[in-house]
C-alpha cells in the first residue's frame, strides 16, 4: 500500500501496516546513519519548521538531525522566542509559518490536541512532536522500533510501562503502538498516576511491581517528576523510589532476555538504579540514535516519499 | 396595541392543565378569556393550525454578558436569541465586567434592559464582593436594586462559613441563592470530565465528585439556614441521587439541568472540538442517563440553558485554553423536544412545564401560564419542522453552537411578550 498520511497526530489512528511502513523506512535510514556521509538529498529543497512551545532537547535535537540528514533546510522556534509570548495565538504563530513558505510543521505544545487542531488549519503536514498528555507518536514509534530490533515480532510478548502514566504521552502512544503490534501490556505505578481508567485502552492496570515484572520481556521506565509530589500525587521521591524504583533485585523478576527503556530524560536514582540504566540490558541510548532514522522517515513519508523508494533517495 | 386572536392552536398550558385544540385572545397585553365581535373584528389574527401555543419559555440562567463584554453579547442581541427560541423571561447571570455586586451595576444592568431588550430580562447579584468568596456583597442593596436571586455562577464560594452566612443573610430578604457546584480544590486545571475519555485525550479531567460534594454541601446548609438553594446546572448522576434524597425530606433545593446536559456525552470531545467545552463538562452516558430520569421524577426542577457566548476567535484556541460556555437560547427548544419528548417519550406538556410555569415559580416571576389576567407571553412553535440549524445567521452576537450546521426538529414561529409580536417567522419585530 502506497503512504498517503499528510500529518502524523496520533499512533491512535495509524494501522499496522503504516506503523509497519515507517519501520521499514526507518531501518533503510538507519543504514544510512552508520556511513561516513550521513546525509541524503530527499528533502532537498524543503523547509522544516520545529515549532516547539514547550521545552524539550532530545525530541527537538532528534528532529533538527533527522530533517538534516535529508538535506532539509530546518528552522527550530521555541516557545519563548516565538509571538506567542506577545499574545499571539497558535492560529496566527501558524498560519505565519505557512505563509513564509515552510514545508512542513513539526510541533511540540503543553495543550493535548493542538497538533490535531493545527492540521485542520494549515495546508502543510503537520507532525506531533508531543502534545500534552495526549501522545508522541514518533516516540512511540523509535519505542517500539527499538524493540523489534531486539525482540522481533512483538506479538504475545509482555511489555511493562512503570511509572507516570497519567501524565505521560509517551505511554499513550506506546500503546497504541503496542496493542496494534499485538503486545500485551501491561501499567503500573501508584494508584494516583495509574488510574484505572487506563484499561479501556487495553492494558493490563497493576499497582503490585513483583506480578508486573514477572517474566516481562520489556520494562519502560518512565520520568517521575517532583511537580506531582508537590500536587500530592505520592508522599515522597523516597517512598516512590522503595515502592517503585528499578533496582537489580526486581530487574531479576523480568524475563532474563529482557531490555530496559526509558524516553529520558532519566532521574538516576529514582525511577531506576544508575547501574540499570548504564547496564547490558538497556538500550536507553539506542533508542536516542532510533529516534532519528524513525524521525527521517516519518518526515520523508509525509512529505510525500514512498517507503520502497528510500534506496533511490540515497 | 391591536388585540390579538391565536385560533386553531394546540394549546397547552401546564399550569391549568390544559392541553387543547382552540383559541388564545389578548387584550392590552393580557390574556382575556374571550374578545367581542366587535373586537374580534379588528384583532390580528394568527393562524396557528399545527402550531404549539404555550406560555412564553423562561430561562432562569442565561449569560448576556453586558457591562463589560458586550463584544459576546448583549441585552439587545441576547434578549433577541432568547426571543427566536421563544423565550419570553430570561435570568442573567452577574458574572460580568464589573461583576453585578453593586446597586449601581444592577441600575445600569437595568437601564439597558428597558432600553434594549425585547423581552423580559432580569439581573441577579453576587453573592460575594468581586465573585471572589472571600467577603458577602451587599445582598440588601441589591435586592433593593432589583435582583431576583443572587449567585456566583462560575465561581462557586468554596468557604462553607461564608456560604452558611450567606444563605442566613439572604434568606431574611427571601431571595434565592443559585451555586454553581463545584469544590475548586479538585478542579485545578481541569477541563473536561474525568474518565476514560480524559484518560485517552490527556486532558486535565474534573471529576463528578467536585460537583458532588457541594451540592452535598449545599443541602446541608439548606437544611440547616432553611434558605433555599438552586443547585446550577447538575451534571452528575450522584448529585441527582443527593438531591432526590434531600427533597424527599423536604429540604428547600431545587435544581436545574441544561438541554447539552442531556442530549451529550464526553464522547462528543473527541476531536478536541471547543463547542463542546463547557462547565461543567459534558459527563458520561451514565450520567446523562440519570439526569433524564431525575428531570423525569423532579428531582431536577427545571430545564435551563447556561447560554454562554464567546466570539469565534475566542473559541478558536487549543483545547486547554478555550473559554467554557455554548450558546443555548435558540436550540433548546428543539433539543428537549428531541431528546425528552422524542427519545425519552416525555409528555409534551410536561417539558414545556420543565421551561415555563416550573422556572419562573422557583425565582417567582410573572411568567409561564396562559392564565386569564396573566402577561401575554406566548410561544407559538411547531413541533414536527425539520429545519437547518446556521449558528452564524442566528440572533446572539456569538456562533459557539455545538448544533452549528445540525438539522433539528421543532420550529419556534412567533414569539409574543405583553401581548406584542416579538419574534414572527424568523424575523425580530
Known amino acids: 500500500m502506497p503512504w498517503t498520511r499528510r500529518h502524523l497526530i496520533t499512533l491512535e489512528e495509524l494501522s499496522l501496516d503504516e506503523i509497519n511502513q515507517i519501520h521499514a523506512t526507518a531501518t533503510a535510514f538507519k543504514k544510512i546513519l552508520g556511513r561516513s556521509v550521513k546525509k541524503v538529498p530527499a528533502l532537498r529543497g524543503k523547509t522544516i519548521v520545529n515549532l516547539f512551545l514547550e521545552p524539550s532537547t532530545r525530541t527537538r535535537m532528534a528532529f533538527d538531525m533527522a530533517a538534516k540528514r535529508l538535506s532539509a533546510d530546518v528552522i527550530s522556534m521555541d516557545g519563548s522566542s516565538s509571538s506567542t509570548t506577545k499574545g499571539e495565538t497558535l492560529r496566527d504563530t501558524a498560519q505565519n509559518i505557512e505563509a513564509l513558505g515552510a514545508d512542513l510543521i513539526v510541533i511540540r505544545h503543553a ?14 503536514p503537520v507532525i506531533n512532536a508531543g502534545d500534552g498528555a495526549h501522545e508522541h507518536p514518533t516516540q512511540g514509534l523509535l519505542d517500539t522500533f527499538t524493540m523489534r530490533e531486539h525482540l522481533g ?13 497519567l501524565f505521560s504521552r509517551v505511554a499513550r502512544s506506546n500503546i497504541h503502538a503496542l496493542n496494534k503490534l499485538g503486545a500485551n501490556v501491561t501499567v503500573v505505578g501508584p494508584s494516583t498516576l495509574v488510574p484505572h481508567t487506563l484499561k479501556a485502552m487495553g492494558v493490563t492496570v497493576s499497582h503490585d511491581l513483583r506480578s508486573a515484572l514477572a517474566d516481562a520481556d520489556v520494562v519502560m521506565l518512565l520520568r517521575i517528576q517532583h511537580e506531582r509530589q508537590s500536587s500530592g500525587m ?12 528499578l533496582n537489580k533485585t526486581r530487574a531479576g523478576w523480568l524475563n532474563p532476555k529482557a531490555i530496559i527503556m526509558h524516553p529520558g530524560p532519566i532521574n538516576r536514582g529514582v525511577e531506576i538504579d544508575s547501574e540499570l540504566a548504564d547496564g547490558e540490558r538497556s538500550v536507553i541510548l539506542e533508542q536516542v540514535t532510533n529516534g532519528i532514522a524513525v524521525r527521517m522517515a516519518v518526515l520523508y513519508l509525509c512529505s510525500g516519499g514512498q517507503p520502497e523508494s528510500v534506496v533511490s533517495a540515497e | 396595541m391591536p388585540s390579538l386572536w391565536i385560533s386553531n392552536a394546540r394549546v397547552i398550558d401546564p399550569a391549568a392543565k390544559r392541553d387543547s385544540v382552540g383559541d388564545l385572545f389578548i387584550k392590552d397585553g393580557k390574556f382575556v378569556a374571550s374578545l367581542s365581535a366587535a373586537e374580534l373584528k379588528k384583532a390580528k389574527k394568527i393562524d396557528a393550525k399545527g402550531l404549539v401555543a404555550c406560555p412564553g419559555l423562561v430561562d432562569i440562567h442565561v449569560h448576556f454578558r453586558e457591562p463589560g463584554q458586550m463584544h459576546k453579547e448583549t441585552i439587545e442581541t441576547g434578549s433577541r436569541a432568547a426571543a427566536a427560541g421563544g423565550f419570553t423571561s430570561v435570568v442573567c447571570m452577574p458574572n460580568t465586567a464589573p461583576v453585578a455586586d453593586t446597586a449601581g451595576t444592577i441600575q445600569q444592568i437595568k437601564d439597558s434592559i428597558a432600553r434594549t431588550a425585547c423581552i423580559k430580562v432580569y439581573p441577579t447579584g453576587c453573592i460575594t464582593v468581586g465573585m471572589k468568596g472571600q467577603a458577602l456583597a451587599p445582598i440588601g442593596s441589591l435586592k433593593r436594586a432589583g435582583v431576583i436571586a443572587i449567585t456566583d455562577d462560575g465561581d462557586c464560594v468554596q468557604s462553607n462559613e461564608l456560604m452558611r452566612r450567606a444563605c442566613e443573610y439572604a434568606k431574611m430578604f427571601d431571595l434565592p441563592l443559585m451555586d454553581h457546584c463545584q469544590d475548586h480544590s479538585m478542579t485545578v486545571g481541569a477541563v473536561m470530565n474525568e474518565g476514560v475519555v480524559s484518560t485517552r485525550l490527556g486532558l486535565k479531567g474534573w471529576p463528578n465528585a467536585a460537583e458532588d460534594i457541594i451540592v452535598a454541601r449545599n443541602v446541608v446548609l439548606a437544611t440547616y439556614t432553611g434558605a433555599h438553594i438552586h443547585m446550577q446546572h447538575i451534571s452528575s448522576k450522584n448529585s441527582v441521587e443527593i438531591l432526590r434524597r434531600a427533597k424527599a425530606r423536604g429540604v428547600p433545593v431545587s435544581a436545574e439541568a441544561t438541554p447539552h446536559h442531556i442530549a451529550l456525552t464526553d464522547e462528543a470531545l473527541g476531536t478536541y472540538d471547543t463547542h463542546f467545552k463547557m462547565n461543567p463538562p459534558l459527563r458520561t452516558e451514565e450520567d446523562r442517563v440519570a439526569i433524564i430520569e431525575g428531570l423525569r421524577d423532579g428531582t431536577l426542577d427545571i430545564l435551563a440553558t447556561d447560554h454562554a457566548p464567546h466570539t469565534d476567535y475566542e473559541k478558536d484556541k487549543e483545547f486547554d485554553y478555550a473559554p467554557n460556555g455554548i450558546l443555548g437560547l435558540e436550540t433548546a427548544l428543539p433539543i428537549s423536544l428531541e431528546i425528552l419528548v422524542r427519545k425519552n417519550k416525555f ?13 419562573a415559580n422557583l425565582l417567582k416571576l410573572e411568567a ?4 386569564v389576567g396573566a402577561p401575554a407571553d406566548v410561544c407559538l412553535f411547531d413541533p414536527d419542522e425539520k429545519w437547518l440549524y446556521d449558528a452564524k445567521a442566528g440572533f446572539s452576537k456569538s456562533s459557539n453552537s455545538p448544533w452549528h450546521g445540525q438539522t433539528l426538529q421543532g420550529r419556534v414561529k412567533t414569539t409574543i411578550v405583553d401581548g406584542k409580536v416579538v419574534f414572527n417567522h424568523g424575523k425580530i419585530s
Open chain 2, 368 to 371: 409561564g401560564t396562559l392564565a
Open chain 1, 153 to 165: 515480532s512483538l506479538k504475545g510478548r509482555k511489555v511493562v510501562i512503570l511509572g507516570d502514566i
Open chain 2, 347 to 359: 409528555k409534551l406538556p410536561y417539558v414545556i412545564d420543565l421551561l415555563t410555569r416550573k422556572p
Open chain 1, 111 to 124: 495543550a493535548a490536541g493542538s497538533p490535531l487542531y493545527l492540521s485542520k488549519i494549515l495546508g502543510i
Open chain 1, 234 to 245: 505520592f508522599p515522597s521521591l523516597g517512598e516512590y523510589t522503595s515502592l517503585f524504583g
